[in-house]
């Protein structure tokens, strides 16, 4: 489809939205948990007539799509939700330096979201969890493609082996100028991981990221921020600021990494 004035959302803090012309292959459906309403098309086709959440946005798109977020939309989930097509999502605006589109997890024992298709997610915020939260933001998979996102573990996160994110053997995942952090504020009860990998990877992609461990450091193994505990295959970590922040990577791993810039006792064991 031909998108002459692109997006609409004249919205600078993705490319994404800036960018016209767009040629699209699907279309575009727009978000907004405060004012929109669930039902299916031609509802969240046009701004002024967005859905309500992300699990109708996905039922109503088909693979190829584009699901927008507008710069209001704050989304609690409550049970997991597999993110099934292969769609791209993106936030709209920025507030106080993070991405305004913000999604928490209040689901007790599982996963907010889960993966069964390759999907990207643009300048969207995984926030702190709610407090019924007992797992992961995202478990991913195979074709995970973040850009610009933030995802924050803190008080209210699992401790030990559970993380902000979480791969099983998985393959061309890709993390791109982004931020993982940790908002704890009780250094006595840190948060989880922001990042494990329980499973072999094969070209895994974290460039330009920034992992922070806050003021508290992170539960579990040696308190790593990221824990890559399978052998990846191809593995590039490029350009990381550490702050604070370890990562541990298998010794089977092949791959490069370069960190350029560090604070705090920061380290990278290989």
């Not at 701004?47 to 190829?64: D, F, S, V």
């Amino acid at each position: 489809m031909f998108h002459p004035n692109g997006i609409g959302t004249n919205d600078a803090s993705d490319r994404l939205l800036s960018a016209y012309p767009l040629f699209t292959s699907g279309n575009v459906w727009y978000v907004d948990y405060a004012n929109g309403v669930d039902a299916v098309s031609p509802q969240g086709l046009s701004q002024e007539y967005p859905l309500k959440t992300i699990e109708q946005a996905q039922t109503n798109a088909t693979a190829g799509d584009i699901v927008v977020f507008l710069e209001t939309h704050q989304e609690t989930r409550s049970a997991t939700l597999d993110l099934s097509k292969a769609l791209t999502y993106v936030g709209c605006g920025t507030t106080s330096g993070k991405p305004s589109v913000v999604f928490t997890n209040n689901v007790s024992g599982d996963p907010m979201f889960t993966m069964s298709a390759a999907v990207e997610l643009r300048n969207i915020m995984l926030g702190e969890d709610g407090a019924a939260a007992t797992d992961e933001k995202l478990t991913g998979a195979s074709g995970l493609r973040m850009v610009g996102c933030r995802v924050e573990v803190g008080d209210n996160d699992p401790t030990a082996n559970t993380a902000g994110i979480e791969f099983g053997a998985a393959s061309d995942v890709q993390i791109i100028d982004s931020i993982l952090a940790s908002t704890g504020t009780d250094p006595t009860a840190p948060p989880g991981k922001l990042l494990v990998v329980t499973g072999v990877q094969t070209r895994m992609l974290l460039q330009r990221c920034t992992l922070s461990a806050g003021i508290t450091g992170f539960a579990g193994t040696l308190g790593f921020a990221g824990y890559l505990n399978a052998a990846n295959v191809g593995l590039v970590m490029e350009d990381l600021t550490l702050q604070g922040a370890d990562i541990y990577v298998a010794p089977a791993s092949t791959g490069r990494y370069n960190v350029a810039s560090s604070a705090g006792s920061s380290r990278v064991v290989w």
